[in-house]
C-alpha cells in the first residue's frame, strides 16, 4: 500500500502540531528531510530522536520524532509522527514536505482503516475510536475505551462461538442420528440461552445511548409556572431571564450539566397557550418538538393553585412521555387535589427547596440502571436485532433443518458487525466519518 501522511492534531494554535506517517517508506522519507544526531530509520523502534526538519536547504522546524517500526504500532506498518511546534503554518509546511517526497495525503479514517486491514483492531473496536475522539463526557469516553480494549468485540466473539457450536450439534444431530444421541431440547436451550445473551446486550443500549449522546429534559408547565426559575437554579446560573410577565420565554432554551460523568441537557420551554403573537406561537411549536423528543420531562405545577385548562392540556400530551412531576411552591400550603399518573417531587424553584431530590430522581432513572450498560452504535443494534430474530425464528420453527439455517444467518450477521465480511461500502461508510489525521 502507498505510504500516506497527514496532520493528527486540530487546526490552529497550539503548543505543538503532530504529523503522522504510516507506510513503508516512512523511515526512508523521514531520513531525506529529518537531520539531526542520527538517521531515523537507524533507530530503534519506539524511541524519540530531536532534530530539524528542512524543505531541501530551508529549515522549517525543531522538532522531536518518534519512530515506531512495524508490527508494533497503530496501523501494523512502520509510523513516524513528527511533533512540532504548534500553529497551522509550521505543520503545513512539514506536511508539503513530505508530500513532495512522494508521499500521499491520508483520507478520513485511513490509518485507523490500515489498523482494521492489518488485523490490529476489528470494526467495533475501529468504530470505538472514533467514539473516543467524540466523547461528550467521561463516561462515554470510559465506555468508548473498554469497546476500544476488545470488551464488546470479545462479548460477540462468545455469542458467535455459542452459535457455531449450536450449529455444530444440529449438523451432528442431522447428519449422524444413528451414531451420536444428542437431546434436541438440549439443543433448544441452548439457543435460547444465546437469544437472551443478545438481550442483555441490547438492553442495555439504552442506557448507552443516553451516556454517548446526553439525556434530554425539557422543562414544561404553563405559563408563568416558574419555568424559568426552576432551570437557572438546577443550573446555579441566571440562564432565562425571569419576570413575572406571562410569555417571557419566547424559544427553547438549553444548557448542559455534568451529573456524575453524563451530559444532561436541561431545556427552559415556553407554555402552551393560546396565542396571536408570532414569536410565542413559534415558541409554543418548538416546545411540542422537544417535548416529543425529550428522553424525560420535568412538568412544573403551581401547587398553590389548582390545576386549570392550560395544566390539563399538558397532562394530556405528557400522559405517554416518561415524566416527572414536579411541584412548584413547597413553600407555599398546597392549594388544590392532584391525581397525576407521575412520579412527583415538591421544589421551591425560588428558594431551591428540594431541588437536590428532583436531581436524585433523575439519577434514579438514568445513572444507576439495572442492566449492564452497552455503547453500541445505531449499525450494532440493527444487526443484533437481526440476530435476535433469527434466534426467534429458529426457536419457534421446531424443525431442526431450518434452525441450523437461522443459526447459520445469525453467525453470519455477527461476523459482518466484526468486519470478517462487512461490504465494501459499509467499511468506506465508517471510515469516511472519522477525521483525516485519525
Not at 59 to 65: F, Y
Request: hydrophobic share 40%.
Amino acid at each position: 500500500m502507498e505510504t500516506i501522511a497527514a496532520i493528527s492534531t486540530p487546526s490552529g494554535e497550539g503548543g505543538i502540531s503532530v504529523i503522522r506517517i504510516s507506510g513503508d517508506r516512512s523511515l526512508e522519507v523521514t531520513d531525506k528531510i529529518f537531520r539531526g544526531g542520527s538517521l531515523p530509520s537507524k533507530n530503534k523502534s519506539h524511541t524519540v530522536i530531536h532534530g530539524e526538519i528542512y524543505d531541501g536547504q530551508d529549515l522549517v522546524d525543531e522538532v522531536l520524532v518518534t519512530i515506531m517500526k512495524a508490527p508494533r504500532t497503530y496501523t501494523g506498518e512502520d509510523v513516524v509522527e513528527i511533533s512540532c511546534h504548534g500553529g497551522r503554518i509550521t505543520a503545513n509546511r512539514i506536511l508539503r514536505t513530505i508530500l513532495n517526497n512522494g508521499i500521499r495525503l491520508a483520507d478520513h479514517g485511513e490509518f485507523t482503516l490500515r489498523a482494521f486491514l492489518n488485523g490490529k483492531i476489528d470494526l467495533i473496536q475501529a468504530e470505538a475510536i472514533a467514539d473516543i475522539v467524540s466523547a461528550k463526557s467521561e463516561k462515554a469516553q470510559q465506555y468508548a475505551l473498554s469497546s476500544m480494549k476488545g470488551e464488546l468485540s470479545e462479548r460477540i466473539k462468545r455469542i458467535k462461538n455459542s452459535l457455531k457450536e449450536i450449529q455444530m450439534l444440529i449438523e451432528t444431530c442431522l447428519n449422524f442420528s444413528d451414531e451420536v444421541i444428542i437431546d434436541e431440547k438440549d439443543i433448544y436451550t441452548k439457543i435460547k440461552k444465546t437469544k437472551s445473551q443478545i438481550e442483555i446486550i441490547l438492553d442495555g443500549a439504552q442506557y448507552g445511548r443516553y451516556i454517548k449522546d446526553g439525556i434530554s429534559i425539557p422543562i414544561v408547565g404553563r405559563t408563568n409556572v416558574g419555568k424559568s426559575t426552576l432551570f437557572n437554579k438546577i443550573l446555579k446560573q441566571e440562564r432565562s431571564i425571569v419576570t413575572s410577565i406571562p410569555g417571557t420565554t419566547r424559544d427553547v432554551i438549553e444548557e448542559t450539566l455534568n451529573i456524575d460523568g453524563i451530559q444532561v441537557i436541561f431545556m427552559d420551554t415556553c407554555g402552551i397557550r393560546t396565542s396571536k403573537d408570532d414569536v410565542e406561537i413559534e415558541g409554543i411549536n418548538r416546545a411540542r418538538k422537544v417535548i416529543n423528543k425529550g428522553d424525560l420531562v420535568l412538568w412544573l405545577i403551581d401547587q398553590s393553585q389548582p390545576l386549570n385548562e392550560e395544566d390539563i392540556e399538558f397532562l394530556n400530551i405528557l400522559k405517554q412521555k416518561d415524566t416527572i412531576a414536579v411541584f412548584n411552591k413547597c413553600d407555599i400550603k398546597r392549594n388544590g387535589n392532584y391525581d397525576i399518573p407521575f412520579k412527583a417531587v415538591s421544589v421551591s424553584a425560588r428558594t431551591g427547596e428540594n431541588i437536590q431530590k428532583l436531581i436524585n430522581l433523575i439519577k434514579e432513572k438514568f445513572l444507576h440502571p439495572s442492566v449492564n450498560i452497552s455503547i453500541i452504535k445505531e449499525r450494532h443494534i440493527n444487526i443484533l436485532n437481526m440476530v435476535h430474530k433469527n434466534l426467534q425464528d429458529a426457536l419457534k420453527t421446531g424443525m431442526l433443518e431450518l434452525a441450523a439455517s437461522d443459526v447459520g444467518f445469525a453467525i453470519e450477521a455477527l461476523r459482518e458487525m466484526t468486519g470478517e465480511t462487512a461490504s465494501q461500502g459499509v467499511i468506506e461508510s465508517i471510515f469516511s466519518k472519522f477525521c483525516i489525521g485519525k
